[in-house]
């Protein structure tokens, strides 16, 4: 029993070698995208975490616009949305969950 428990798990330490190596660019390219992925959501996690600390009350709307209107030309969510071809609520999807995450953040650090 214990050298045929012994060959499974050789057996399956080279499968899972041949595995990782034969599509290791495919792993390597993933890892990446996630790292990129994740260091733009603690980008914007921050941007909108200093918001709340200037005014704890923002709306996400407000967090939104002053997050993608560098330059200010829009007044409102929906025309900066309908200025890029987009939706409102296409935004508002896209980041929610970071801004829930930055007032999550915000309650917990002590000021």
Do not use: C, P, W
């Not at 733009?40 to 996400?60: P, R, V, W």
């Not at 997050?67 to 309908?82: C, G, H, T, V, Y």
């Not at 609520?89 to 995450?101: M, N, T, V």
Request: charged content about 30%; proline content about 0%.
């Amino acid at each position: 029993m214990s050298k045929f428990f012994t060959t499974g798990i050789i057996l399956g330490l080279g499968i899972a070698s041949s595995l990782v190596y034969t599509h290791f660019d495919t792993i390597k390219v993933e890892f990446m995208k996630q790292k990129g992925v994740m260091k733009a959501e603690k980008l914007t996690i921050n941007f909108f975490f200093e918001l709340l600390k200037e005014n704890k009350n923002i709306s996400l709307d407000e967090a939104i616009l002053k997050f993608e209107n560098k330059d200010n030309e829009f007044d409102n969510l929906k025309d900066f949305a309908e200025s890029k071809q987009r939706t409102v609520e296409g935004y508002r999807k896209a980041y929610h969950h970071l801004f829930i995450r930055a007032r999550i953040k915000h309650s917990f650090v002590k000021f």
